[in-house]
């Protein structure tokens, strides 16, 4: 024969259910022991009440344990880092500052040099111009027929350092072109080292022309 069911009220099912967490929690397997207990439905109601609040709070304290460490962490590595960046931007900054002197030094020492090579150029071309008016007036007078012989060799050399001025004009005229930009060294040496060359050949033309005439007048 079956047994009836009982139908128990919301507020018995859930009183009965607090009852079955507190034998749970105080370990207790048999609930028949529950009536035996010395503690009323009331206190076990309050345990059970405890029990849980403690095993919350127990929880929460390790989640906060937990999140207080990871913060210190974070707080540590951002430390680390702003260490960091502080020396990588200083030593940006001071590889900025060194390019910037290399740089402008560079710049500075190129049209210095440069300048000082063009003055250079420009005093051997006035000195070149003054011998070659001396050989001018050399040849102007009546040299002995000894000396004609030089002075076609000093003529012959006058023409080619004619060509050679009218070179250095056009490579001039080819660097006017590139006025602006920054100075070439290595040009401006090439077009010392030429009229240096050019000096030099009229200086000897003239010294050899001087002492062949100096001789033809003294063994007259």
């Known amino acids: 024969m079956e047994q009836p069911s009982i139908e128990l009220s919301h507020e018995t099912e859930s009183r009965l259910q607090l009852l079955v967490q507190a034998a749970e929690a105080l370990g207790l397997e048999d609930p028949s022991l529950i009536g035996s207990s010395p503690f009323s439905c009331y206190d076990l109601l309050i345990l059970t009440v405890l029990v849980r609040f403690y095993q919350r709070l127990t929880n929460l304290s390790s989640r906060r344990l937990n999140l207080k460490l990871s913060l210190n962490r974070a707080i540590y590595i951002e430390e680390e880092l702003r260490i960091h960046l502080a020396?990588?931007?200083?030593?940006?900054?001071?590889?900025?500052?060194?390019?910037?002197?290399?740089?402008?030094?560079?710049?500075?020492q190129n049209t210095e040099t440069a300048e000082s090579l063009e003055r250079q150029r420009q005093a051997i071309v006035r000195k070149a111009k003054?011998?070659?008016?001396?050989?001018?007036?050399l040849n102007s007078m009546s040299p002995p027929e000894?000396?004609?012989?030089?002075?076609?060799?000093l003529e012959q050399l006058q023409d080619r350092?004619?060509?050679?001025?009218?070179?250095?004009?056009?490579?001039?005229?080819?660097?006017?072109?590139?006025r602006g930009l920054p100075a070439n060294p290595e040009l401006a040496r090439l077009s010392l080292l030429q009229a240096t060359h050019n000096l030099?050949?009229?200086?000897?033309?003239?010294?050899?022309?001087?002492?062949?005439m100096i001789e033809n007048e003294r063994s007259r």
Not at 130 to 137: D, H, N, S, T
Not at 146 to 152: A, E, G, N, Q
């Open 146 to 153: 000894s000396l004609s012989t030089v002075i076609s060799d």
């Open 87 to 108: 020396g990588v931007e200083a030593e940006l900054s001071l590889i900025k500052k060194s390019s910037e002197s290399l740089i402008d030094g560079s710049i500075d």
């Open 130 to 137: 003054e011998y070659q008016a001396q050989l001018a007036q």
């Open 200 to 212: 030099r050949e009229l200086t000897r033309a003239r010294e050899g022309l001087l002492s062949r």
């Open 161 to 178: 350092n004619k060509e050679r001025e009218q070179a250095i004009r056009r490579k001039r005229k080819r660097i006017e072109a590139f």
